[in-house]
């Protein structure tokens, strides 16, 4: 690309390009945050425009010297005066405060219409005369007297020296033990086991796909309207239990 720039020469227009102006556009801005800034030192800095020699042959007031003097230092107060505790702080270089700033230090006190409308939930509410003239009652005098020990109760005693020293018998020593669980005790059965490869291989009888059907039974709400609906047959009532049956409902001794 050229770059093109109109010019009148002797009342009339001329073209002219730049090559140079171009290549300067064409580069591409540099990265401020990967070029680090040059360090800055007091004393290499340039002024603006040259100082004349009268400026640098010049004295300076009496303000300009106290305007040039450097900020004092008030750190050093801070780290050393600490408030004490029952007193006003000594301060170096200064004195006790008067009592203007003692009596303006005070907290604001309430004033007594607001202690009246103030909520009882508050720490601090004004009591009246009837209240500290009181005289209490023997119930109440009863109620404030702090709850006493138990009548059993022992403190805790020393351990003799013989005590410490005693060594335990046999049986002591049998006693001290825990209680041992029982020889036939079972735990609680784990709720997941693994299934066996000979029941996964099972093929399910018609009686067991019979009995795994749930029963068919009317809605609850027709239920309890008809007195017959858990009935029992007749041919369950005649039937005879086989001596398997009664085995198997015997309950298991454990």
């Keep these: 690309m050229l770059c093109w720039f109109n010019c009148m020469v002797n009342g009339m227009f001329v073209l002219f390009y730049n090559f140079g102006r171009i290549e300067v556009l064409a580069d591409p801005k540099p990265l401020f945050s990967q070029v680090s800034s040059p360090t800055l030192v007091w004393g ?103 709850k006493g020990l138990h009548p059993d109760f022992m403190p805790p005693r020393e351990v003799s020296t013989s005590s410490r020293k005693v060594i335990a018998s046999p049986r002591t020593i049998e006693l001290s033990k825990p209680k041992q669980l029982h020889p036939k005790f079972m735990p609680a059965r784990d709720p997941e086991w693994p299934v066996t490869e000979a029941a996964k291989r099972a093929v399910a009888t018609k009686r067991i796909v019979g009995l795994a059907q749930p029963s068919s039974r009317p809605r609850m709400g027709l239920t309890a309207l008809d007195p017959d609906a858990f009935k029992v047959k007749e041919r369950a009532l005649k039937a005879v239990c086989t001596p398997r049956l009664a085995e198997l409902a015997q309950p298991i001794k454990r």
């Design 44 to 146: 290499n800095q340039e002024t603006i425009w040259s100082l004349t020699p009268g400026a640098m042959t010049a004295r300076p007031s009496a303000r300009t010297l106290y305007l040039c003097k450097p900020k004092k230092d008030f750190t050093k107060y801070g780290r050393s005066c600490r408030p004490v505790i029952g007193g006003n702080p000594l301060l170096p270089k200064y004195g006790y405060p008067s009592e203007r700033l003692l009596r303006l230090s005070e907290p604001k006190k309430y004033l007594p219409a607001y202690l009246e409308q103030r909520s009882r939930e508050t720490p601090e509410w004004p009591v009246s005369l009837a209240a500290q003239n009181y005289n209490a009652s023997k119930r109440i005098l009863q109620l404030a007297q702090p």
